[in-house]
């Protein structure tokens, strides 16, 4: 019987740079912030841990970074928001994977 392998080594962002999940946040880079968040968040969207990911930051109250493609920066975080985020964010995942395939057949 083998080991199951903790979900945190199988994360896509495992050899990522922390600063791009975990961005600093002034007025002054407000546009850099954003497109900091939007490349943390594609690592997510291709991660196969993304839920193991995002229901930890939530069970555990995190409230900065990016987890499981959801910002839960202190200005940001609310259950509902939060979890709006993540289904859209798999929605709109679903949705280009299933037009994929159906142009591919």
Same mark, same amino acid.
């Given at each position: 019987?083998?080991? @199951?392998? *903790? &979900?945190? =080594?199988?994360a896509g962002c495992v050899e990522q740079p922390v600063r791009l999940f975990y961005p600093p946040v002034s007025r002054s880079n407000s $546009? $850099?912030?954003g497109r900091t968040i939007q490349q943390a968040i594609k690592? /997510?969207? =291709? /991660?196969?841990?993304? *839920?193991e990911c995002y229901?930890?930051?939530?069970?555990n109250d995190?409230? *900065?970074? @990016? &987890?499981?493609? @959801?910002?839960?920066? =202190? *200005?940001?975080?609310?259950?509902?928001?939060?979890?709006?985020?993540r289904v859209e964010r798999d929605r709109k995942s679903f949705l280009v994977k299933y037009r $994929?395939?159906? $142009?591919s057949k």
């Amino acid at each position: 019987m083998t080991a @199951v392998a *903790n &979900w945190r =080594d199988r994360a896509g962002c495992v050899e990522q740079p922390v600063r791009l999940f975990y961005p600093p946040v002034s007025r002054s880079n407000s $546009k $850099k912030y954003g497109r900091t968040i939007q490349q943390a968040i594609k690592v /997510c969207m =291709d /991660c196969e841990v993304a *839920n193991e990911c995002y229901n930890y930051a939530k069970g555990n109250d995190e409230r *900065n970074g @990016v &987890w499981g493609g @959801v910002n839960f920066h =202190d *200005n940001m975080r609310s259950t509902e928001e939060a979890f709006r985020q993540r289904v859209e964010r798999d929605r709109k995942s679903f949705l280009v994977k299933y037009r $994929k395939r159906k $142009k591919s057949k």
